[in-house]
Structure formats: structure tokens, C-alpha cells
């Protein structure tokens, strides 16, 4: 997980390679505490991102939620194939930019 982008328009976060429980449990904690008190609209980068598992998919449903909470948007962008399949297959699909 690398932020690419953080000022007040915009928070960029990019994700690499598989979003699964080992790599989720590396980042949850850092992930949070970064969207903790965003000031605007989040913006995942896939674009590195080759597997998302269940617990990848939650992780992002979470972090919704907390984007959300604050009155902020979530968006992701640059997803591979697969990784669109399984958002869509999730009725995620609005969460695609």
C-alpha cells in the first residue's frame, strides 16, 4: 500500500499484488488510521492488484463504511479483469470508476 496522493482534494492509495489475509492483516491497521479523518473523496488504485480474496473484499467494505461515516466518496479505479469480475459478482460494481 503506497499513498499517492493525499491533500485535501483527494486521497490516493495505491494497492500491489494480492489482497488476500496475509496482506490485509500487513496494512488493515495503517489503512484505517490513514482514512481516519480523511478531508474529501478516497480513490483506490488496482492497478497492481492481481487477486482479491474475501477478506480483501471486506477490507474495502470497511473502508466504505469509515469513508462513508465521514460524508466522503470511495471509488477504485485501474482494475485488472478478474478483480472487476469479483466486484461485480459482489454487487460492488458502483464502488468501480
Given at each position: 500500500m503506497k499513498v499517492v496522493q493525499s491533500d485535501e482534494s483527494l486521497v490516493k492509495i495505491a494497492f500491489a499484488g494480492k489482497l488476500d489475509g496475509n496482506y490485509v492483516s500487513t496494512i488493515d491497521v495503517k489503512l484505517f488510521a490513514l482514512l481516519n479523518g480523511v478531508e474529501g473523496p478516497v480513490v483506490f488504485d488496482f492497478?497492481?492488484?492481481?487477486?482479491?480474496?474475501?477478506?480483501?473484499i471486506?477490507?474495502?467494505?470497511?473502508?466504505?463504511?469509515?469513508?462513508?461515516?465521514?460524508?466522503?466518496?470511495?471509488?477504485i479505479e485501474n482494475t485488472s479483469d478478474d478483480v472487476e469480475n469479483v466486484f461485480l459478482m459482489t454487487g460492488l460494481e458502483d464502488l468501480l470508476n
Open positions: 492497478s497492481e492488484v492481481s487477486f482479491i480474496s474475501s477478506l480483501g471486506r477490507m474495502i467494505l470497511m473502508a466504505y463504511k469509515e469513508i462513508k461515516r465521514q460524508g466522503f466518496t470511495l471509488k
